[in-house]
């Protein structure tokens, strides 16, 4: 028992020690080099040219040029190999189902799309992901998948947009290709995305993502919370107006946050509207439009001051389609804000999400890249 549990322990520390060095190479952007990993981690040379030995036979890693000489013989380079290994990574809305291979290095190889005829069909996901895998030939590591709701392991608990409760699309995706599935919510996956690409912020934000529906993610100390059972950041259905005039909502309530300010609402659109395939800046611009954009704005700086309050993150990244709506929008909420701000609390600092529109596909594979290697774009 004694040799069995050291045997465990020992690999479980060979498998962080190739993690790290790894994430050494990936952050090195292809001037990593065996020497200068071993100054990091403090591993001995023999222990580190086994571990990039394995990654190199892997097809993870490659040997590049030779590193600027620094007296003695020049160093070979190491670098990710963005060729032989990639992510599929799926973005799932109520008007469309999206797609791309992505590879190691967060880059987008190929993208797919279709449009559902209905809402939450399982079939088009599907669709999506065998259209990605036959347009590869590398090996798939994982597929990251982007969901509007509660996901929970290999579960959707639920999606109100999607008409979801406790949908196992793991197993609907198992049979297609021969790689682990890891669902995550997305405004989960949008903060990643902004947060890998952007420390504007730094390590405590509230990432807000107004598409057809609302949701938040809360990164803490640089870490993104989860809460108890995943809901963290749950709060587009929470009711925000009362009484019999409140808007009644598709999951059953009235006033829904969702239904003040997700950006359908704001523009007039219906609920599962491709918002892909609207002009929504031209839309912002009509009157009555501008009438709910300011105050629908007044309702969401009054939600955003009391939860930056509860939880101490002052920064409020505005992301999903709402970048598209242009400076008004994110200028009323800043103003609502100020206004209610007292003088002993920290006053939020508003911005738009800086890669929601130009790598939509970045969140969802930053997930399925660490879930599955443990490393991350962002380190």
């Not at 465990?8 to 520390?13: F, H, L, N, S, Y």
């Not at 947060?195 to 803490?220: E, H, K, P, R, W």
């Not at 108890?228 to 107006?241: D, K, S, T, Y």
């Not at 200028?331 to 130009?358: C, D, G, I, N, Q």
Request: overall charge negative.
């Amino acid at each position: 028992m004694a040799e069995d549990h050291g045997k465990a322990t020992q690999a479980a520390v060979r498998e962080r020690n190739l993690t790290s060095a790894l994430q050494l190479v990936l952050s090195g952007n292809g001037s990593a080099t065996r020497a200068s990993i071993a100054r990091r981690t403090g591993l001995t040379s023999a222990t580190v040219s086994s571990l990039l030995n394995g990654l190199i036979s892997e097809g993870l890693v490659i040997e590049g040029q030779r590193a600027e000489s620094t007296g003695g013989k020049r160093a070979t380079t190491l670098q990710i190999d963005a060729v032989r290994h990639v992510l599929l990574s799926v973005i799932v809305q109520p008007g469309l189902v999206r797609g791309a291979v992505v590879n190691l290095l967060g880059e987008d190889v190929s993208t797919v799309s279709q449009r559902p005829h209905t809402a939450g069909e399982i079939s088009d996901v599907q669709a999506v992901v065998r259209k990605l895998v036959a347009s590869t030939r590398a090996r798939v590591v994982a597929i990251g998948v982007q969901v509007p709701g509660i996901a929970d392991g290999p579960l959707i608990r639920e999606s109100v947009q999607l008409k979801w409760t406790d949908v196992n699309l793991g197993d609907a995706l198992a049979g297609i290709v021969d790689a682990p599935v890891y669902l995550i919510n997305d405004a989960d996956a949008e903060a990643l995305a902004d947060y890998s690409n952007s420390d504007q912020f730094g390590a405590n934000q509230m990432f807000v993502s107004l598409s057809t529906g609302v949701g938040a993610a809360f990164i803490v100390d640089g870490t993104l919370l989860r809460g108890a059972a995943h809901r963290a950041g749950e709060i587009g259905h929470v009711p925000v107006l009362f009484g019999p005039d409140a808007p009644a909502c598709a999951c059953g309530n009235r006033g829904c946050l969702e239904e003040v300010v997700s950006v359908t609402s704001l523009l007039g659109l219906s609920h599962g509207a491709d918002l892909e395939s609207v002009d929504l800046g031209a839309l912002a611009e009509q009157p009555e439009s501008r009438e709910r954009i300011a105050f629908g704005a007044r309702v969401l700086a009054r939600a955003l001051l009391l939860v930056g309050a509860a939880l101490d993150v002052p920064n409020v990244v505005l992301g999903g389609a709402s970048p598209r709506l242009g400076d008004e929008f994110i200028s009323h909420v800043r103003a609502e804000a100020a206004r209610h701000t007292v003088r002993a609390a920290m006053p939020l600092s508003f911005r738009y999400a800086k890669t929601t529109a130009a790598q939509p596909f970045r969140g969802a594979a930053q997930h399925a890249l660490h879930s599955a290697l443990g490393i991350s774009w962002a380190l």
